[in-house]
């Protein structure tokens, strides 16, 4: 019985870990439009099946982009510091009534009929406006960002029952360098 236990224990580990490095952050078209510096990006390779199941069953996920411009430090393992910072917060939830998606990014809120349309849009970021373009003229800076996948905690008992059924599609991507920007 105990090392029925372990097995169980082991693999839901490695389910975990697995899970959790499952996505990756790919950097769009770095774009100066005027005087301000937009970026795209958009998540890939994530459990896409999973992820709807959850979302139809009454689950809400959130996802929290971090997106920074970075100046890179003149002196070798010292710490980058950061200019310019944006933290995007998105939520999705199903309507059961409607039979669709609705998506909410701060206080706008946006419905899809369609899964597609829906996961396109909850993972991808188009033309975010990041920080002036005179700003950056003066050293050398890369990008860098991160999105951070989770699922809603529901009320007892249904959130014991998820977090260990569900749960293991949560991710974060960690921070992925995008291209550097020399604007100079």
């Known amino acids: 019985m105990k090392a029925v236990h372990t097995i169980l224990l082991t693999a839901a580990i490695l389910l975990q870990s697995y899970a959790i490095t499952a996505a990756e952050l790919g950097f769009g078209a770095v774009q100066i439009d005027g005087d301000t510096l937009k970026v795209s990006l958009s998540i890939e390779d994530y459990q896409r099946s999973e992820i709807i199941e959850a979302i ?9 982009y971090s997106i ?21 917060s998105r939520r999705v939830k199903y309507d059961f009534w409607n039979k669709s998606f ?7 809120s946006t419905t899809f009929q369609s899964e597609n349309s829906m996961l396109e849009y909850f993972f991808t970021i188009s033309g975010c406006e990041l920080a002036s373009v005179n700003v950056l003229r003066k050293a050398r800076y890369t990008l ?26 949560d991710f974060s991507t960690g921070w992925k360098d995008g291209p550097p ?3 100079e």
């Open 181 to 183: 920007l020399n604007l």
């Open 102 to 108: 609705r998506v909410r990014e701060g206080k706008k």
């Open 68 to 88: 920074q411009i970075v100046k890179e430090s003149p002196v070798f393992l010292m710490r980058d510091s950061v200019i310019a910072e944006k933290n995007i």
């Open 144 to 169: 860098r960002a991160r999105a951070e996948l989770k699922s809603v905690e529901l009320y007892f008992p249904m959130n014991l029952i998820f977090k260990y059924l569900v749960g293991f599609w």
């Open 56 to 64: 139809k069953r009454g689950m809400e996920v959130k996802i929290l």
